[in-house]
């Protein structure tokens, strides 16, 4: 399930940015918790990576859950090959600004997770989140496997029925799909709002719950 209503067009391979071969970056330890970004991770671990708009607010939400073993951002979902930020920022990279959140389901249920994403941006909004316009800032969920897809197939049908049930009649525009690529983002955007606490952050949710 893919549902993109946009007022953008996604950047097709034709048309995108060439990128490079060689990655601009490796991030380090995580600012908050001094657990290595990029691993080695422990085993059993899962990954998930959401795209919410900026990705500072969105990585701020998930790195105090309990569960969480570390977050990162980078861009994902396009095209280019290890794209800088002001290259996503044109809008011609496909790629869009993402977490990626590596935590414990034996402590943290993905639907959890998938709790604080619908809960925490408006997903209805297509190519944009609030007044950051583009592409760029799309609402997405990529997944590790099946059983991730299937479960945020499912979650995404349970959150428009709570939208319809709230009178809400916009429809959701998430791109939900399996996960092909992901590209850090540079360390100076890695925790940033733990680095600059007053930073900007126009993250807010759509005022519904999520079901259960």
């Not at 034996?106 to 998938?114: G, I, Q, R, S, Y």
């Not at 100076?188 to 952050?201: I, S, T």
């Not at 005022?207 to 259960?212: I, L, M, Q, R, Y």
Request: hydrophobic residues 35%.
């Amino acid at each position: 399930m893919t549902l993109l209503a946009n007022r953008f067009s996604k950047q097709t391979a034709e048309g995108s940015l060439p990128g490079r071969d060689t990655p601009l970056t490796s991030p380090g330890n995580h600012q908050v918790s001094g657990i290595p970004i990029n691993g080695p991770y422990p085993e059993g671990l899962r990954e998930l990576v959401v795209g919410m708009g900026c990705f500072w607010g969105a990585e701020r939400l998930f790195w105090p859950l309990p569960g969480v073993h570390v977050t990162g951002v980078g861009y994902a979902g396009g095209t280019t090959p290890n794209p800088t930020y002001n290259e996503v920022s044109t809008g011609r990279t496909g790629h869009t600004e993402v977490v990626k959140i590596v935590f414990d389901p034996a402590h943290l249920p993905l639907t959890d997770l998938l709790k604080v994403f619908w809960e925490n941006h408006d997903p209805t909004q297509g190519m944009r989140q609030g007044n950051d316009i583009g592409s760029q800032y799309r609402s997405a969920v990529y997944v590790m496997d099946e059983d991730q897809l299937t479960a945020a197939e499912e979650s995404l049908i349970l959150f428009q029925k709570a939208l319809r049930s709230e009178s809400i009649k916009r429809t959701i525009t998430t791109e939900l799909k399996m996960a092909h690529n992901f590209y850090w983002a540079e360390d100076y955007h890695q925790q940033y709002l733990a680095k600059h606490p007053e930073g900007y952050c126009g993250l807010k949710g759509i005022g519904v719950a999520f079901p259960g």
